[in-house]
């Protein structure tokens, strides 16, 4: 059964076989390159597109000599090498990064409460630590 509660997907472009690389680097690597983007998505909070060398024997663990195609991703610039990682190129391009995605949180947290204040806030009905409700005067800072 999937640990996934439904909220967590990766999207993969549709077209990534028009990829030089993709398509230079042959099928089991285009796999091991998949397995990745999955691994990077399972594990996203501090890895924005990086990939442990150590979670080479999880996300290849289906795909023979897959140190082999591993360094054909390397050597195609698909996967860059960095010490104990391979950065995924255009990672960052294609998905948000935590501060991105942390900003984004922080603004639908901010609507939240401004929703909430539109809904439920009032003269008679203000809330302390309301900042719509201090700007109408209807609380003090
Ligand atoms: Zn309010």
Redesign the pocket.
């Known amino acids: 059964m999937s640990k996934n509660d439904g909220s967590i997907f990766q999207k993969i472009d549709p077209w990534i076989n028009d990829d030089d690389g993709i398509r230079e680097a042959g099928g089991m690597a285009k796999y091991l390159y998949i397995e990745g983007l999955l691994y990077v998505r399972r594990n996203i909070n501090g890895r924005d597109g990086v990939i442990p060398k150590y979670a080479l024997g999880e996300i290849g663990k289906d795909i023979p000599a897959r140190d082999k195609h591993a360094k054909t991703l390397v050597r195609l610039g698909l996967w860059i090498d960095s010490k104990d990682c391979w950065e995924v190129r255009n990672w960052a391009k294609w998905n948000k990064t935590e501060d991105e995605r942390r900003a984004l949180s922080e603004q639908k947290r901010a609507s939240g409460r401004k929703g ?2 539109a809904k ?2 009032s003269a008679d009905k ?2 302390a630590g ?4 201090v700007e ?1 005067g ?1 609380v003090m800072p």
């Open positions: 909430a204040h439920w806030h203000s809330e309301c900042r719509w409700c109408k209807w």
